[in-house]
C-alpha cells in the first residue's frame, strides 16, 4: 500500500513526498485503492456478461453519495492497511480523510437513498448500474449571515476526482426541439438542437470486495466543433457560445425538493441523462441479442421518483421508430422492463409540465405520450388521464407504464393506494406494491460510528455488516450492567468529540453530559423544525422562571438547508439563529439549554452528529412524511425517537417496542379531519398558555429586537392557515419531552432502552430493501457467488 500510494504521488500527481499538500495524499491514496476495486470490478463485470445475468439499471437525477474514502477503504477491508502505511509515510489518515469533498449531487432523503442502494447492489451481488447526472455543482453551499441562509456555488470538481473514469468514446447524441415528419406510417423527429451525453464510472465496490457495480454519470457536451471562424474575427464570446448552451445541462444541480420547478432547463436535464441512459442499456443489450422482443428478460430499470419517466416514452421511441416494433406492442414491452418508486404525496411536489413546453422540447415524445393515453383509455375505459388540459401528469404517466409502482414504507404506500393514485389502483390493483427504505449499515454504523462498531464487534462478530438482522443477538445485553456502561461510554465518547467539532466550529461550548437533541434534515415547513423551535423557546422560559428546578440540560441541534426560493423554510432559519443567540447568550440557563445550528448540512456532517445523538427528531405532520431514513440512521446508532405516526416511524416503533419510542401527536386520520374544523388553529393556541406565551416573545421582538416585525407573517399563518398542524400537535409534543427528560434522568435505563432500538433495527438495512426490489419488482438473483449470510 505505501508503495502504491508514493507511485501514484509520483506518477499522477507529479509530486514527490517532500512537496506533496494534503490533497496530493488524499488523491494518492484514493487512487490507490481505486487500483484494488479494479479487479473486483472487472470480475463482476465478466461474470455478469457470461451468465446473461438480467441488470438492473436504476436512474436517477440525485446520487447524493458524499466522501468515499472510508467507506471504500472499509469495503474492501483495507481501513488498517492504508492507516499503517500512510503513518509510515509521516501522514494522518484522518486529515486525509477530512480533505475530500463531500459529494453532494442531490438534495436529501431521494438522492441518499439511491447512494445506499448502490452499496446495497453490489454487496448482494446484483449486477447493476446506478445512472444519473455529472452535476457541475452539487448541491449549494449553505452560509449564514446574520443568521439568514445565503447560497454560493460548490464546486467539487474544482479538484481532481480521482475515483471517476472519463469514458469519452462512450457517446451519446441528445436531441432536443425541431419537428416530426411521417411518411409511409413512419415517424421521423429532426431535433433542431443537439448535445453529447458523454459518461464518467465510478466503481461502487460491496462489502468485502464481493462484487463491483458502476456509477455512471452523464455530462453534457457540446455537439458543434468550436466556432473558430467567430474566434478569429474576435468574437470570442460568439466562438464559445455553443459550448456554453451544451455544458449547462450538466452545469447545476436544482436545488429545489418541494416544488415542481416548471424550468425548461430541467425537462432538459431529466430528458439528457434519461435518454443517454436508454440508449446505452439498449446498445449493450443489442451488442449481444438481436430480438428486441427479449428485452424485458434482460433488463429492469427503476425510476427513482418521476424524474426520469420519460423513459418510458423514449424506450417506445426508439422501439418504434428505430426497430419497427409495433407501438401496441412497445408500449407493453417498456412497461415490462420499467418499475416506479414514488416518494411523495405532496402535490406540489407532483410533477406536470406544460403540453406546450414538453412538445416544443420533445414533439415526438408528446406523440408517443399521447399514444400511451390512448392505448390506456381503450384498454381501461374512464382511466385517469396523463394530459389533464394544459398539463402532462408524470405520475400518471409513470404508473401507467411502470408494471409495478412502489411506495417507499407501509403508510405511505397504503396513502399512495388511497389518495394519488387510487382510480390508477383500482384498475390496476396488484400493480402499487410497498418496499420500506432501508440504509446502509457500512456507511451508517460502521464507518461512522467506530466506538460503537467496535463494541458490537466484539460481543458478536462482524458478521452484523453484511447481515444486519444479526444485531438481534444484543438484546440479550439489555440487562447486562457490564455492557450497558460500555454500550454508553461509546455514546459518550461520540459525543465528547462532537462537542470539540462544535466548540471548534461554532464557537459555542456544550457539555457532553447534556442530552444531545438533534434534527438534521431539509427545512420544510411538514417535518416542523417550526415546532421545535417553538418548544425549545418554551423550555426555556421555564427553566429561566425556575432555574433552581429539577431539569434535564438539553443541547438542541439543528441541521438542514432550506430551497433558496422557499421563503417560509428560510424564515424558520433565521428564527432558529436568532433564538440561538438570545439562549444561548442567557447567564441564567447556561447550563440548561443551548441552541446549535452548525451551517451546510450534508452527508459528512450527518456521519458526525447521528453517532452522538441521545434523542432523534422526527415529527413530521402525520401523512406527509413518504418514509424518512434518518430516522432510522439515528436509531440504528442508538437514539431513542420522539416521533409522529408518519412514514417509517411507524415500523422502527414497530421494530423496537412501542416502549423505546417516545410517540405523540395527531395520525394522518386525525390530521385529516383536524383540518376540516373551523378556526382549529387559534382554537388549540388559546387552549394553550405556554404557546400563547411563545407565540407573543416571538411577535413583540424578544428573539429579533433590531427589526421586532421580522416574524409576524410566520406567526400570523399559525393562526390564520396552520396547514401542518403545529399548534394543534405542539402541547402532545410538549409534554411528551418532558417525559423524555424524566426518562433521561435514569442512565441505567436510557441506556437499555437505547440498545433495544439498536438491537431490533436489522431489518432496516438496504439490503433488506434490495432484496424486496429484486423479488417483487425486478425478478432478479444476485451472483451466485455472493452470498452475504
Ligand atoms: C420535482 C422536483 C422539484 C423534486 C426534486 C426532488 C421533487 C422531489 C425531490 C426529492 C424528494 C425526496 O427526497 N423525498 C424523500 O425521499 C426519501 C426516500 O424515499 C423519503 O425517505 C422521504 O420521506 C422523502 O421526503
Redesign the pocket.
Known amino acids: 500500500m505505501k508503495e502504491e500510494i508514493l507511485k501514484h504521488l509520483r506518477n499522477s500527481q507529479g509530486k514527490d513526498a517532500a512537496h506533496s499538500s494534503v490533497y496530493d495524499w488524499r488523491v494518492a491514496l484514493s487512487l490507490a485503492l481505486r487500483d484494488r476495486m479494479v479487479d473486483h470490478w472487472f470480475r463482476s463485470t465478466r461474470e455478469t456478461y457470461e451468465s446473461g445475468a438480467k441488470r438492473v439499471y436504476y436512474l436517477s437525477?440525485?446520487f447524493l453519495i458524499g466522501r468515499l474514502v472510508e467507506d471504500t477503504a472499509a469495503n474492501l477491508g483495507l481501513v488498517q492497511e492504508a492507516k499503517t502505511a500512510l503513518a509510515e509515510l509521516g501522514q494522518d489518515y484522518e486529515a486525509i480523510v477530512l480533505n475530500e469533498p463531500d459529494a453532494a449531487l442531490g438534495?436529501?432523503?431521494?438522492?441518499r437513498?439511491a447512494a445506499c442502494f448502490m452499496d446495497s447492489l453490489a454487496s448482494l451481488g446484483i449486477p447493476a448500474y446506478g445512472y444519473g447526472i455529472r452535476y457541475e455543482h452539487g448541491l449549494f453551499k449553505q452560509d449564514f449571515v446574520d443568521g439568514s441562509q445565503v447560497e454560493t456555488a460548490e464546486t467539487w470538481l474544482s479538484q481532481r476526482n480521482a475515483w471517476e473514469f472519463a469514458r469519452p468514446e462512450v457517446q451519446f447524441r441528445i436531441g432536443f426541439g425541431g419537428h416530426v415528419e411521417h411518411h409511409e406510417g413512419k415517424a421521423h423527429w429532426h431535433p433542431w438542437e443537439t448535445v453529447l451525453a458523454t459518461a464518467y464510472d465510478t466503481p461502487v465496490i460491496g462489502w468485502k470486495g464481493s462484487w463491483g457495480n458502476t456509477l455512471r454519470l452523464w455530462s453534457a457536451k457540446p455537439e458543434a466543433k468550436f466556432d473558430l471562424k467567430s474566434f478569429n474575427r474576435g468574437d470570442y464570446l460568439a466562438a464559445g457560445r455553443s459550448e456554453a448552451l451544451a455544458r449547462t445541462i450538466s452545469r447545476v444541480l436544482?436545488p429545489?425538493?418541494?416544488?415542481?420547478?416548471g424550468k425548461e432547463l430541467r425537462l432538459k436535464q431529466e430528458y439528457f441523462f434519461t435518454a443517454a441512459s436508454i440508449m446505452d442499456l439498449l446498445r449493450r443489450f443489442l451488442s449481444d441479442h438481436d430480438n428486441i422482443r427479449e428485452l424485458p428478460n434482460a433488463v429492469a430499470i427503476q425510476l427513482n421518483?418521476t424524474?426520469p419517466a420519460i423513459a418510458g416514452p423514449e424506450l417506445v421511441r426508439l422501439m418504434v421508430d428505430e426497430h419497427d416494433v409495433p407501438m401496441a406492442e412497445a408500449i407493453g414491452l417498456a412497461r415490462q422492463c420499467l418499475g416506479y418508486t414514488n416518494?411523495?404525496l405532496l402535490p406540489e411536489?407532483l410533477?406536470r409540465w406544460h403540453i406546450g413546453l414538453l412538445g416544443r422540447v420533445l414533439p415526438r415524445h408528446l406523440e408517443i405520450i399521447r399514444a400511451i393515453e390512448d392505448d390506456q383509455q381503450a384498454k381501461h375505459p374512464g382511466s385517469p388521464r396523463i394530459l389533464e388540459q394544459d398539463h402532462v401528469r408524470m405520475g400518471e404517466l409513470a404508473f401507467i407504464m411502470a408494471h409495478k409502482v412502489n411506495g417507499?414504507s407501509a403508510l405511505h404506500t397504503d396513502l399512495v393506494k388511497e389518495t394519488v393514485f387510487a382510480d390508477l389502483n383500482r384498475i390496476h390493483p396488484k400493480r402499487i406494491v410497498n418496499e420500506t427504505?432501508g440504509i446502509t449499515p457500512r456507511r451508517w454504523l460502521h464507518t461512522c460510528n467506530a466506538p460503537l462498531s467496535e463494541l458490537v464487534t466484539q460481543e458478536i462478530g462482524e458478521g452484523w455488516v453484511g447481515d444486519l438482522e444479526q444485531l438481534k443477538a444484543l438484546n440479550q445485553k439489555s440487562g447486562d450492567r457490564t455492557f450497558l456502561d460500555a454500550f454508553s461510554a461509546a455514546k459518550r465518547q461520540n459525543k465528547e468529540q462532537l462537542a470539540d467539532w462544535i466548540a471548534q466550529s461554532c464557537d459555542i461550548q456544550i457539555d457532553p453530559a447534556a442530552m444531545f437533541d438533534i434534527q438534521i434534515k431539509r427545512i420544510h415547513e411538514y417535518k416542523r423544525q417550526l415546532m421545535n423551535i417553538l418548544e425549545t423557546i418554551a423550555l426555556w422560559n421555564e427553566m429561566h422562571d425556575a432555574p433552581n428546578a429539577e431539569w434535564t440540560p438539553r443541547v438542541k441541534i439543528f441541521g438542514g438547508k432550506a430551497a433558496p426560493g422557499y421563503h417560509v423554510a428560510k424564515q424558520i432559519i433565521h428564527l432558529i439563529n436568532d433564538v440561538a443567540r438570545v439562549i444561548n447568550n442567557d447567564r441564567v440557563t447556561k447550563d440548561l439549554l443551548k441552541v446549535v445550528y452548525p451551517p451546510n448540512y450534508n452527508v459528512t456532517m450527518a456521519e458526525r452528529l447521528i453517532p452522538a445523538a441521545d434523542l432523534s427528531e422526527q415529527i413530521s405532520t402525520a401523512g406527509k412524511?413518504?418514509?424518512?431514513?434518518g430516522n432510522m440512521k439515528f436509531a440504528l446508532n442508538g437514539a431513542l425517537t420522539i416521533g409522529t405516526l408518519d412514514?417509517a416511524n411507524v415500523e422502527i416503533r414497530e421494530h423496537v417496542g412501542s416502549e423505546n419510542f417516545f410517540l405523540f401527536g395527531l395520525t394522518a386520520q386525525e390530521v385529516v379531519e383536524r383540518r376540516h374544523v373551523h378556526g382549529f388553529s387559534r382554537a388549540a393556541i388559546e387552549a394553550s398558555p405556554r404557546l400563547t406565551r411563545v407565540l407573543g416573545q416571538i411577535f413583540e421582538g424578544v428573539f429579533s429586537p433590531s427589526d421586532p416585525s421580522r416574524y409576524h407573517g410566520l406567526i400570523g399563518t399559525l393562526y390564520d392557515h396552520d396547514y401542518f398542524l403545529v399548534t394543534c400537535d405542539f402541547d402532545s409534543y410538549f409534554d411528551t419531552q418532558r417525559r423524555v427528560d424524566e426518562v433521561y434522568r435514569n442512565p441505567q435505563n436510557w441506556a437499555a432502552m437505547a440498545l433495544r432500538n439498536t438491537a431490533n433495527m436489522g431489518w432496516f438495512s438496504s439490503d433488506r430493501t434490495i432484496k424486496g426490489y429484486a423479488r417483487d419488482i425486478w425478478q432478479v438473483n444476485a451472483s451466485e457467488k455472493v452470498r452475504l449470510e
Open positions: 437525477m440525485e438534495n436529501g432523503g431521494l438522492g437513498l436544482y429545489d425538493d418541494t416544488t415542481d420547478a421518483d424524474h416518494h411523495t411536489a410533477e417507499v427504505n412524511e413518504a418514509s424518512g431514513t412514514g
